[in-house]
């Protein structure tokens, strides 16, 4: 069981707006920053936000991260078929003096 | 561009260790953490620790306290993860990962630990 809850999947159309949820609690979420994870199949994971809402250089203005409270949000608009990936979201635990990511959500486009 | 290169797959019987490699090319090594982060075939992502090389200070997550052991080798912008013990449960992908703005920027290519 992750300590950062996401749904296990999601799924849009190409061009289609799609939302992905994660949510902890005060000791992770609540008090440090998020990073969101893009793993395409067969290759390491891939920074695509950092801090909640920033995006590094080269990561498409498509995704946009938000936050509220203990829960954040990754946002793909304009979908496309090669963002079909897996997507996590990873804090700092203060309580646990450790990194934890959400289980992950596997994104279709259909 | 600093680039992180894995040392290649291992196949280990169980109760034995595990020593995998992590090398930095392209950039400053010492100055930025260097966390291991695993993944069970089918599984999500788990972060196991990590190691300021310029400070020499490793933290680990609880789970593996006791059989995780991360080091750094400044003259070869080398990370070492070293895990003992193993069972079957530790078959997974292993990945080295940088820490820059609280947040894993630059991932090696990851290293599969087979226990069998």
């Known amino acids: 069981q992750s300590v950062l809850t996401q749904p296990p999947s999601a799924s849009g159309t190409p061009g289609q707006r799609v939302t992905i949820s994660c949510s902890g609690s005060s000791s992770n979420i609540g008090s440090n920053p998020v990073s969101w994870y893009q793993q395409l199949p067969g290759t390491a994971p891939k920074l695509l936000i950092y801090?909640?809402?920033q995006r590094p250089s080269g990561v498409p203005d498509r995704f946009s991260g938000s936050k509220s409270g203990t829960s954040v949000s990754l946002a793909i608009s304009g979908l496309q078929s090669e963002d079909e990936a897996d997507y996590y979201c990873a804090s700092w635990d203060d309580s646990l003096n450790a990194v934890v990511f959400g289980g992950g959500t596997k994104l279709t486009v259909l | 561009q600093v680039q992180l290169v894995q040392s290649g797959a291992e196949v280990k019987k169980p109760g034995s260790s595990v020593k995998v490699s992590c090398k930095a090319s392209?950039?400053?090594?010492?100055?930025?953490?260097i966390n291991w982060v695993r993944q069970a075939p089918g599984q999500g992502l788990e972060w196991m620790g990590r190691i300021i090389p310029i400070l020499d200070i490793a933290n680990y997550a609880q789970k593996f306290q006791g059989r995780v052991t991360i080091t750094a080798d400044k003259s070869t912008s080398t990370a070492y993860l070293e895990l003992s013990s193993l069972r079957s449960e530790d078959t997974a992908l292993y990945y080295c990962?940088?820490?820059?703005?609280?947040?894993?920027?630059?991932w090696g290519q990851g290293t599969m630990v087979t226990v069998s």
């Open positions: 801090t909640d809402n």
């Open positions: 990962a940088r820490t820059t703005s609280r947040s894993f920027d630059i």
């Open positions: 392209g950039g400053t090594f010492s100055s930025f953490p």
